[in-house]
């Protein structure tokens, strides 16, 4: 598990606060899968997308959603919803492999509070082309000319691009903050290499050229417009405002959130 955002060097980018990387990894077949008991959000929108494997998702509002490579699952915590994620039976028989992203998106003071949702897209309704001999995929938001028919609250953009040795593209100027994250292979930007884990911040206003290393590469390529004012981070709570956390901590302590169905089990609040 690798977490890039948020760091002591960059905090945010756009209005991705959260970016956690996982994987690869092969579990044999009996092995354990992922067992993310319920657990809260509020003031953000969780975003997942999967390179291999599988995770399935249950949520407060009662969804109960598989997700598998090139979908999206987003749910859109609002004003507070508890999820859980796990690897399904099947799978855990079977053996598998997993890898992939899982972000959160903050959202606008204006959505802050709004009412939690959850959404599916599966790969194909996702708009996807070809560039300089890389395949891309628009998860979320809008880019080179394409929108994407996922939920979102301010200017975003979030592109997978899955690129062969020494293929090329352009991460275009139309957003404000852009960045490039390294989720296999390696790429040059301009004299800087990056490898896997590595997440670049480009500077505004400027085409950037992206090329491929001998191995090729896999790609996140996010951004969007600054968020409307800092934003603190406690737990699984974005928020605005430290007083709302504060509120959101007590309601998961008093058992005030919504229950999961099918999933008895939760997370309690951490001691700190």
């Given amino acids: 598990m690798r977490r890039v955002l948020p760091s002591v060097k960059r905090r945010m980018v756009g209005p991705f606060i959260f970016f956690d990387h996982f994987g690869p990894i092969v579990v044999p077949p009996g092995g354990d899968g992922m067992a993310v008991r319920p657990h809260p959000h509020i003031g953000l929108a969780t975003v997942t997308y999967l390179f291999d494997g599988g995770i399935f998702h249950r949520d407060s509002l009662g969804y109960a ?12 915590a609002g004003s507070g919803i508890a999820h859980s994620e796990r690897t399904e039976d099947a799978m855990k028989k079977s053996g598998f492999g997993m890898h992939g992203v899982q972000t959160w998106v903050a959202l606008p003071k204006t959505h802050e509070e709004t009412a939690p ?20 995929r628009l998860i979320v938001g809008s880019y080179a000319g394409r929108k994407a028919p996922t939920t979102h609250f301010s200017p975003i953009f979030y592109v997978a ?8 593209i352009q991460v275009l100027a139309e957003h404000a903050e852009r960045g490039v994250y390294v989720s296999e292979g390696t790429v040059m930007i301009g ?29 996140m390529l996010l951004g969007g417009a600054p968020i409307d004012g800092p934003r603190h981070i406690w737990w699984n709570f974005v928020s605005s ?19 999961v169905p099918g999933d008895s089990e939760f997370i309690p609040l951490p001691d700190r």
């Fill in 65 to 76: 959603q598989a997700i598998r490579p090139g979908d999206v699952n987003w749910m859109t």
């Fill in 161 to 168: 691009a899955e690129m062969p040795a020494a293929a090329k």
């Fill in 117 to 136: 949702s959850f959404q599916h897209v599966p790969a194909g309704e996702l708009p996807a082309w070809t560039e300089g001999g890389a395949s891309l």
């Fill in 191 to 219: 004299d800087r290499q990056l490898g896997v884990g590595d997440l670049a911040v480009l500077t505004a206003g400027s085409p950037v050229e992206v090329l491929a290393g001998a191995d090729g590469a896999k790609l």
């Fill in 241 to 259: 405002s430290k007083e709302r956390i504060e509120k959101a901590k007590a309601d998961w302590k008093e058992g005030r959130f919504a229950k």
